[in-house]
């Protein structure tokens, strides 16, 4: 099975060699074939998603990714930006279905910003629609009649686009605790009621699956007054970025949260959530953790090796438990140290 490989920027590369560590101590038998996204492929070559990174990604079977994100590419016009990259992959593979789960380790409760009894009860799943939403709907500048500039960003979905996700989200929930809950802002937005209407009849098909929904604004008041309500979150582009990265904050770092963007095959793209955090680049203060957890993911579900995606996930709770702390989890270790101590128990 191939893997892409695309490290990206900032922190990219040094979280990047430690999931490929941990990959290459499994001696699963994968091949890899690495390629240039972002800032680094701007530079290299004069765009941040060059055709023989997507070559490579559309050959692949699954593609492990590490971040993109450049502060010198911060003037680029928009389409030549690094986070290009990223959006350009989700567009050209139709790679929808976005699954962030947060869990606590029991280890990092501690480190949560919510109270310990709260954060413990965390164990949930974002799955966000990538490929709709004000991110690919119609942009622009423009004057108003009254001379002003104003900029524009159309939020729509039709209702094909929300069915798809729909089943995604209830399909995850299925062999979770069967609980669905479907966050839009519908007694405003057209797009939201749309979305509920649509979300409403999906459920038609899966009777097992308690179905609920609630209000964007709602829903983040809720992941900070009781996260351990919720099973699985289903919601747009837009909400579900937002919502995504309160979660990782709300079970201690964004260091710690992986992440899978499938298309409807099950082939993904992995990756953690937290960015390219170029201020720390090259420092060696990186946690690799969520990178190593989105390569468990990946082999679950694109590659088909779950006992080994069990394996990596024990060895980063055992590792946690022997008392690894990179710097954002208020510890010492260095990137390296901290996969050091994940193959120690590998």
């Given at each position: ?5 695309f490290?990206?920027d ?10 490929r ?39 692949a ?45 029991p ?29 690919f ?6 004057k ?8 524009y ?5 039709n ?31 057209e ?7 649509v ?55 964004i ?54 995606a ?37």
């Amino acid at each position: 099975m191939l893997v892409a490989v695309f490290a990206g920027d900032g922190i990219g590369p040094e979280i990047m060699a430690q999931a490929r560590r941990v990959l290459d101590a499994l001696d699963l038998g994968l091949r890899f074939e690495e390629g240039l996204v972002g800032g680094a492929a701007y530079k290299a070559v004069g765009h941040p998603l060059p055709p023989e990174t997507l070559d490579v990604a559309r050959r692949a079977d699954a593609i492990l990714f590490g971040a993109v994100g450049d502060f010198d590419c911060d003037n680029l016009e928009r389409h030549l930006r690094p986070e290009q990259a990223i959006l350009g992959l989700r567009k050209e593979l139709t790679l929808f279905s976005n699954l962030r789960p947060a869990k606590v380790f029991p280890q990092l409760a501690g480190a949560s910003a919510l109270k310990e009894e709260v954060a413990s009860a965390i164990d949930l799943l974002i799955v966000r629609e990538l490929n709709g939403d004000v991110y690919f709907g119609e942009k622009g500048m423009r004057k108003t009649a009254e001379g002003l500039r104003e900029g524009y960003d159309v939020m729509s979905y039709n209702e094909a686009e929300v069915r798809r996700i729909a089943h995604s989200a209830f399909k995850a929930a299925q062999v979770r605790r069967g609980k669905l809950c479907s966050v839009d802002k519908a007694n405003v937005l057209e797009t939201s009621q749309l979305w509920r209407d649509v979300v409403i009849e999906v459920s038609a098909d899966y009777p097992d699956v308690q179905l609920s929904h609630m209000y964007v604004d709602n829903a983040a008041m809720q992941l900070v007054r009781n996260p351990g309500q919720f099973d699985v979150i289903v919601t747009g582009n837009l909400f579900g970025d937002i919502l995504s990265d309160q979660a990782s904050m709300c079970v201690g770092s964004i260091g710690m949260l992986a992440s899978a963007s499938l298309d409807a095959n099950g082939k993904g793209l992995y990756e953690p959530i937290h960015g390219s955090a170029p201020d720390i680049a090259g420092k060696a203060l990186a946690n690799p953790l969520a990178t190593i957890l989105s390569a468990a993911m990946m082999l679950r579900y694109s590659l088909g090796i779950p006992q080994a995606a069990d394996r990596i996930e024990a060895a980063v709770a055992k590792a946690l438990e022997g008392g690894a702390r990179s710097a954002d989890l208020g510890g010492t270790m260095t990137t390296q140290q901290m996969g050091d101590a994940v193959l120690a128990v590998l």
